[in-house]
């Protein structure tokens, strides 16, 4: 498993996190229960954008390989 398919592992377990937190919050009836789950979810989905800005950065990188590999077709 290469660092791109582990952020995009860890990404999708955040997203289940946050919707679970979001109907937890939904469907309590304690207000400081409720409270509880709103910050987890709001929590979530700050780990959420972290997490996709990393996704985006590294698919947007090249790698070496692709590098060398521009290197020598322009030679």
Do not use: C, G
């Amino acid at each position: 498993m290469d660092s791109l398919e582990f952020l995009n592992d860890v990404l999708e377990d955040k997203i289940r996190s946050q919707a679970f937190y979001n109907d937890a919050a939904v469907k309590v009836r304690n207000p400081s229960a409720r409270q509880l789950f709103i910050k987890l979810r709001d929590e979530e989905m700050r780990h959420i954008e972290i997490l996709q800005k990393e996704v985006v950065a590294m698919e947007n990188k090249p790698f070496v390989v692709t590098k060398i590999l521009a290197k020598i077709k322009n030679q």
